[in-house]
């Protein structure tokens, strides 16, 4: 196994430059946690009880802020009141896909204005560099970061070879803002006949991850934390309907899950870890 995933989170810090990379990682070490929340439900009420009741197992929440159907920027206030409560980092899933010049504005104006208050989002590489440029030029400024989708969790997914390993390359041209990948195992080494580049420490965050059930009817898979952090080096769980269920007044049960999960990602990772050659 390579050195990034033998090193603690904390110790990655110093492998990063950008400000929410770095935030990311002290917020995993310092709590205990690689567990992300996926909210994914349509009211304002549920969305900032699920997070109050989730906030203090997770380094990070993410967001589909465009779902929820009375959305109103107070809505933002109360998540950033939520992010400095409970010590979580604010990942908007945009999948930004368009032209550097549209990336730019959908990423700071419209009704959302992501770059505002998201420490992190991601893009899809399939426009090729230029919408990291775009990107940037609004998120560097505030020292925000970005993930490129470089594989996905859906059955059939068409991020796979060439176009991982473009996307990974897109990613080491840009490391000032790019900070890692959404992806189903760590990229590290992804395209590199040697071990040529110094510093190839990315943060994997992986979607697709369930105890309880291997999938649902529309190409979702779930694979466990264990299979995510151990075996496949990833390192951050992204968990959404495996905690808030099909119920989100159920606010005991999301905490038991969130527990449960946290308390699984952590282990496997304390596994990478101390794992012997
Ligand atoms: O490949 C991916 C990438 C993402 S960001 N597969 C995914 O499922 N996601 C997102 O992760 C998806 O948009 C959803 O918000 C979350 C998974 O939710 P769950 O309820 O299936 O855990």
């Not at 590489?125 to 440029?133: A, E, K, N, W, Y």
């Not at 590199?192 to 510093?199: A, I, K, T, Y």
Request: glycine share 8%; proline share 3%; net charge neutral.
């Amino acid at each position: 196994m390579s050195s990034f995933l033998r090193q603690t989170y904390g110790q990655r810090i110093q492998n990063h430059t950008n400000p929410a990379a770095k935030l990311l990682l002290e917020t995993m070490e310092r709590k205990k946690t690689n567990l992300a929340v996926s909210v994914d439900v349509v009211k304002s009420k549920d969305f900032l009880a699920i997070i109050d009741a989730v906030g203090p197992f997770v380094c990070l929440v993410k967001t589909h802020i465009d779902i929820l159907e009375d959305f109103d920027y107070s809505t933002i206030q109360r998540l950033q009141d939520l992010s400095v409560k409970h010590d979580f980092v604010i990942f908007e899933d945009r999948k930004f896909a368009d032209i550097g010049n549209t990336v730019a504005l959908q990423y700071s104006s419209g009704v959302h204005k992501i770059a505002n208050w998201s420490h992190i989002t991601n893009a899809h590489p399939v426009p090729g560099p230029s919408i990291i440029s775009g990107l940037s030029s609004v998120g560097l400024p505030l020292g925000r970061g970005l993930l490129l989708l470089a594989e996905m969790s859906t059955r059939g997914a068409l991020a796979t070879g060439s176009y991982t390993e473009d996307a990974v390359r897109m990613a080491r041209a840009n490391r000032d803002f790019v900070i890692g990948f959404i992806a189903q195992r760590t990229m590290e080494g992804v395209g590199l006949q040697s071990h040529s580049v110094d510093n190839d420490d990315f943060l994997t965050l992986t979607p697709g991850v369930g105890l309880d059930s291997k999938g649902d009817a529309m190409g979702q898979q779930y694979r466990t934390p264990r299979q995510v952090i151990l075996e496949s080096g990833c390192d951050v769980i992204i968990v959404g309907r495996g905690i808030y269920g099909k119920d989100p007044s159920l606010v005991d049960e999301i905490k038991l899950q969130a527990q449960r999960y946290r308390e699984a990602g952590w282990q496997a990772y304390q596994e990478r870890i101390s794992a012997h050659v």
